[in-house]
T-cell receptor
Framework: GENVEQHPSTLSVQEGDSAVIKCTYSDSASNYFPWYKQELGKRPQLIIDIRSNVGEKKDQRIAVTLNKTAKHFSLHITETQPEDSAVYFCAAKARIKLIFGTGTLLAVQP | DGGITQSPKYLFRKEGQNVTLSCEQNLNHDAMYWYRQDPGQGLRLIYYSQIVNDFQKGDIAEGYSVSREKKESFPLTVTSAQKNPTAFYLC??????????FGQGTRLTVV
């Protein structure tokens, strides 16, 4: 069936460094790719998304890139801060089915 | 206060019991979803529904059932056939290719 693979599962960076999380999807009908941040004990919240007709999108320190041919998409966080520490999930949506990756635990060391 | 509401926040189930988790949204969203979250396994799709009286199985539907009698409501029943139900359950809703909004979750524990 359809799946989304996400790497790495854990990522530790120093404050101020960049962090990159990568995802691969299998369903070629996927046309919407959101990224969610989940803090401990809380619900996931959208931080950025991209649609299949766009290759890159940026919002302040966060950017997402999409390579439809390779079925890859990535999250880039620059100038990381301790409050960026959380679990990040990528997802891919084909028709209405929304499938999530397994998550990346990002730790930003002060 | 608009949004998506799950209840209860914590739920305890005895072995062999069925329990129902509530999910209500007032966002006028068509699609609704149930996910199960276990440590290190991300969000796994249990069931989803595009419209009233229609729903599809996700990747881990065994031992669960749902109904969609109203657009606003998508309750999930965890049946006794689900052998390992202890987990954090998240409900979400969305409009087409747009952001999915999540409820605050229900933590289910088998006692």
């Amino acid at each position: 069936g359809e799946n989304v693979e996400q790497h790495p599962s854990t990522l530790s960076v120093q404050e101020g460094d960049s962090a990159v999380i990568k995802c691969t999807y299998s369903d070629s009908a996927s046309n919407y790719f959101p990224w969610y941040k989940q803090e401990l004990g809380k619900r996931p919240q959208l931080i950025i998304d991209i649609r299949s007709n766009v290759g890159e999108k940026k919002d302040q320190r966060i950017a997402v890139t999409l390579n439809k041919t390779a079925k890859h998409f990535s999250l880039h966080i620059t100038e990381t801060q301790p409050e960026d520490s959380a679990v990040y999930f990528c997802a891919a949506k084909a028709r209405i089915k929304l499938i999530f990756g397994t998550g990346t635990l990002l730790a930003v060391q002060p | 206060d608009g949004g998506i509401t799950q209840s209860p926040k914590y739920l305890f189930r005895k072995e062999g019991q069925n329990v129902t988790l509530s999910c209500e949204q007032n966002l006028n969203h068509d699609a609704m979803y149930w996910y199960r979250q276990d440590p290190g396994q991300g969000l796994r799709l249990i069931y989803y529904s595009q419209i009233v009286n229609d729903f599809q199985k996700g990747d881990i539907a065994e031992g669960y059932s749902v109904s969609r009698e109203k657009k606003e409501s998508f309750p999930l029943t965890v049946t006794s056939a689900q052998k390992n139900p202890t987990a954090f359950y998240l409900c979400a809703s969305t409009l087409s290719a747009t952001e999915a909004f999540f409820g605050q979750g229900t933590r289910l524990t088998v006692v």
